[in-house]
């Protein structure tokens, strides 16, 4: 899924995309011994660059709709890394609103996260070690950016540029404050090593191994119809 924003002001770059790949999702831990009816995991959902790098060049501030159960379920979250974490018992869904600098976009993001606790494998036990993690990629895609957006942005790693027209020159970046962008980036995040891995790479070889599986039920398919034809077909008489 792409979400596409032009941005609402008077100069724009035509032909020029800018495009920021986002992950977002939840990592839940089993409280084991700890547990109790109500309080059974504690978990933190979050939204983050899809290398971990900081969002806070293009996002603003992040919106977290919890559960009406939750005190206060309207939790706001001004500065990177946009996460909050609780504990609880249940799974619900998680509204998660992004909203974006002036310079960037005037319409905000709206994404939908299930909040997911428990392992696929119900059966199996759970661990107060490895947690839980769920996560999905996007990529938010900015259509005819303004000057200023483009210089803040063209050398932070956060940020791709999908699409330039030939012969198009970037205007001089504006200096970035090296240590901001460290406190808002998660490569140090105490739940990285838990963080799945979005690459190309891995995408590729994910589409390769679901073309596999289906054009092996395709002959799977077609040797079931083969022999229920052969089945089916008249016997004749001598």
Known sequence: MFFFCMIIVQKKMKDVEISVPIVYG?????????????????????????TNEDLSVV???????????????????ESAPFELTESGWGEF?????????????????NLYHHLKL???????????????VVESYDEVVFTEPSE???ARVQNHPAVT???????????????????KRKRGDTKDHPLSQWFLNFSEADE?????????????????????????DG??????SL
């Open 26 to 50: 939840n990592a839940a831990f089993w409280l084991g011994k700890k547990a109790s009816e109500y309080q059974s995991h504690k978990w933190t959902v979050y939204v983050r660059g899809a």
């Open 59 to 77: 996002v603003k501030r992040a919106v977290f709709q919890l559960h009406s159960s939750f005190n206060n379920p309207t939790r706001i979250v």
């Open 93 to 109: 869904e998680i509204a998660i609103t992004l909203f974006f600098h002036n310079y960037v976009c005037e319409k905000p993001l």
């Open 118 to 132: 428990y392992p696929e494998d119900e059966s199996g036990p759970m661990s107060t070690k490895k947690p839980v």
């Open 148 to 150: 200023s957006f483009l």
């Open 161 to 179: 540029f999908p699409r330039l027209p030939a012969g198009f020159t970037l205007p001089p970046p504006v200096p970035q404050d090296e240590s």
């Open 204 to 228: 590729l070889l994910q589409l390769a191994a679901a073309r596999q599986q289906v054009q092996t039920h395709i002959a799977k398919l077609r040797r079931q119809i083969s022999l229920t």
């Open 231 to 236: 089945q089916n077909q008249p016997f004749k």
